[in-house]
């Protein structure tokens, strides 16, 4: 299987900071990967599809990159709305594979 | 609009059996890939399973912790999908949510295993 490892763990930020979360995975996944949104007693939502194509109705300030090993989710300038967990899921091969997750918070 | 609604969560026996649900309406859900998501309390998110679409004979394919016990299956008639669960542990307690593609998600039902 494909161990998917988030970093940081979690992170306290302010409104308006830029913040950046990384996902790297056990073996190359192309740009097989998903970031996911969310917020406590809600269903995850999907900001990013194919490691970098923003999901329809997704806030631009919302970015991913990267390709094979490492990827990132960069939050151009953090919105108070943003304060959430985010999710990297792999889907190059089964079992698909979830990274354990960032908890962003305010500082 | 796309919409996912998931039903049939409750509280179980360990040992006992459950039926999963999730209407789909806005799309035709035969014409997708179909996934089961769960998340046990205060935990992170675990695939669960993937029906393929019906173009791609609606093969399955299963996390390793559920194999044999979970099956997944559909109904076009009702545009809807379904998760059977057997042999039900505790470690199976989570919201399950089911999902067009990991794209989609419903808002999730709870399954609770406990004596």
């Known amino acids: 299987d494909i161990q998917m490892t988030q970093s940081p763990s979690s992170l306290s930020a302010s409104v308006g900071d830029r913040v950046t979360i990384t996902c790297r995975a056990s073996?190359?996944?192309?740009?097989?990967l998903g970031w996911y949104q969310q917020k406590p007693g809600k269903a995850p939502k999907r900001l990013i599809y194919?490691?970098?194509s923003l999901q329809s109705g997704v806030p631009s300030r919302f970015s991913g990159s990267g390709s094979g090993t490492e990827f990132t989710l960069t939050i151009s300038s953090l919105q108070p709305e943003d304060f959430a967990t985010y999710y990297c899921l792999q889907y190059n091969s089964y079992p698909f594979t979830f990274g354990p997750g960032t908890k962003v918070d305010i500082k | 609009e796309v919409q996912l609604v998931e039903s049939g969560g409750n509280l179980v026996q360990p040992g006992g059996s459950l039926r999963l649900s999730c209407a789909a309406s806005?799309?035709?859900?035969?014409?997708?890939?179909m996934d089961w998501v769960r998340q046990a309390p205060g935990k992170g998110l675990e695939w669960v399973g993937r029906?393929?679409?019906?173009?791609?004979?609606?093969?399955?394919e299963y996390a390793a912790s559920v194999k044999g016990r979970f099956t997944i299956s559909r109904d076009d008639s009702k545009n809807s999908l379904y998760l059977q669960m057997i042999s039900l542990q505790s470690e199976d307690t989570a919201v399950y949510y089911c999902?067009?593609?990991?794209?989609?998600w419903g808002q999730g039902t709870q399954v609770t295993v406990s004596s």
């Open positions: 194919a490691a970098a």
């Open positions: 073996q190359g996944i192309r740009n097989d």
């Open positions: 806005g799309f035709t859900s035969s014409d997708y890939h």
């Open positions: 999902a067009r593609g990991v794209g989609y």
């Open positions: 029906s393929r679409s019906k173009a791609n004979s609606y093969t399955t």
